[in-house]
């Protein structure tokens, strides 16, 4: 049987539990008393869901990462038209939705600037939430990741309370906390619409009762300014992401007009400066071993012990199996590209640099490997 459909199957089995909504509050209690989302080192942090085995940002694919032992699920999250948190990569639909199918959508097609690229399609900023709830979720990479697609249409766009109430019911059958680690995205984009993020995500967690720095929380983004005002609004942890290209700028005015690029924070006093108001930094996985011309594992940077140094936490992005994802000297002999490699052996190299956490897209192979789980 291949990988996805042990995968169909198990997310079957967990979506057909009857979910509790409402936890009694002594069984959450002994829950978190047995084992914190924080007590395994590297924390493995479920990319877009476990998306390496069912199509991205999907009930689905968070359940099954939860059932696979990830200690946190990562929604992306964007907004609807008329202010709903939902969980999608990006505001354009046509990547990871059936959208273009629905012909009383046609005239929502548009071209549009999001963060300085030009973009055609269909935009979460145009629907409503009822709207975006006829559509069904698609694969993104269907050419890598045929299994995948055999499960499009099988699931919806699910919102930020969805996935609460998800994590919420399946740590009680996990016997474990199980963390929610969201990333803010196209913050200033939306800022510009009116549909500011930050505060819904922020007032959504209050009201689900994460409220501190113990709460099993991160919350993510590119860029700067939103993570310093969310600072003064609440003790849930904060993570700096990198772009995966060090010459890029955080696209937020403030910053983008001083001209600091990501390579000038991820420099020791970059970081420095990082950590007056972040907990953890997202680099991508380059910065902490770039590769050779040879597209192989070069030699560790100091990026690592630059953030410890700083008092920061480094998660890095992202670990994915397949040939066309792993560095050249791991990849299968069948090339490929949606072949699996040896995902273990980069996982491993990685481990062994100290990092504090990862984002993975088949987080069953980091959870296996890791050594340390109190
Ligand atoms: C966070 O809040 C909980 C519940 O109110 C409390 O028990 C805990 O001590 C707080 N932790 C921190 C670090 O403030
Ligand atoms: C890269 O490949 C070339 C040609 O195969 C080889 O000569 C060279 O030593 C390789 N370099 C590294 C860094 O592995």
Not at 73 to 84: K, N, R, T
Request: aromatic share 8%.
């Amino acid at each position: 049987m291949d990988r996805s459909l042990v995968g169909w199957i198990l997310v079957t089995a967990v979506c057909s539990l009857n979910f509790i909504s409402t936890a009694p509050a002594s069984l959450s209690l002994q829950t978190s008393q047995k084992r914190d989302a924080d007590s395994c080192n590297p924390l493995v942090i479920a990319h877009r869901g476990a998306s390496g085995y069912i199509p991205e940002h999907t009930l689905g694919a968070y359940a099954l990462a939860i059932t696979m032992g990830a200690n946190y699920v990562e929604p992306d999250l964007v907004m609807s038209a008329d202010g709903h948190l939902i969980a999608r990569h990006d505001n354009e639909l046509s990547l990871t939705t059936d959208v273009a199918l629905h012909p009383e959508f046609a005239n929502r097609y548009r071209k549009q600037t999001v963060d300085g690229l030009e973009m055609s399609g269909w935009f979460t900023e145009d629907f409503t939430l009822a709207e975006l709830k006829t559509l069904r979720a698609i694969e993104r990479i269907p050419d890598i990741r045929p299994g995948n697609a055999r499960m499009d249409g099988a699931f919806d766009i699910p919102t930020f309370q969805e996935i609460i109430d998800l994590v919420r019911s399946l740590e009680i059958s996990e016997r474990r906390t199980i963390g929610i680690y969201p990333e803010i995205k196209h913050g200033t984009h939306f800022q510009r619409l009116g549909l500011a993020m930050e505060r819904p995500v922020v007032e959504t967690f209050h009201k689900n009762g994460y409220v501190n720095s113990s709460a099993p929380v991160f919350i993510q983004s590119f860029e700067v300014s939103n993570l310093k005002e969310l600072k003064e609004i609440t003790q849930l942890r904060l993570i700096q992401l990198f772009s995966s290209n060090p010459l890029n700028q955080p696209f937020d005015q403030t910053v983008a007009s001083t001209g600091l690029t990501y390579q000038d924070m991820a420099t020791p006093d970059g970081l420095k400066e990082i950590a007056t108001y972040a907990h953890a930094v997202g680099p991508d996985k380059n910065y902490i071993i770039p590769r050779t011309a040879n597209d192989t594992l070069g030699e560790p940077t100091s990026f690592v012990q630059d953030a410890h140094a700083a008092g920061l936490e480094v998660h890095p992005y992202t670990f994915r199996a397949e040939n066309s994802f792993l560095p050249a000297e791991f990849r299968s002999k069948d090339l490929s590209k949606e072949a699996i490699g040896d995902f273990s052996g980069e996982l491993k190299a990685f481990i062994a640099t100290g990092i504090d956490g990862l984002f993975a897209d088949q987080p069953d192979v980091p959870v296996r490997i890791r050594d340390i789980c109190l």
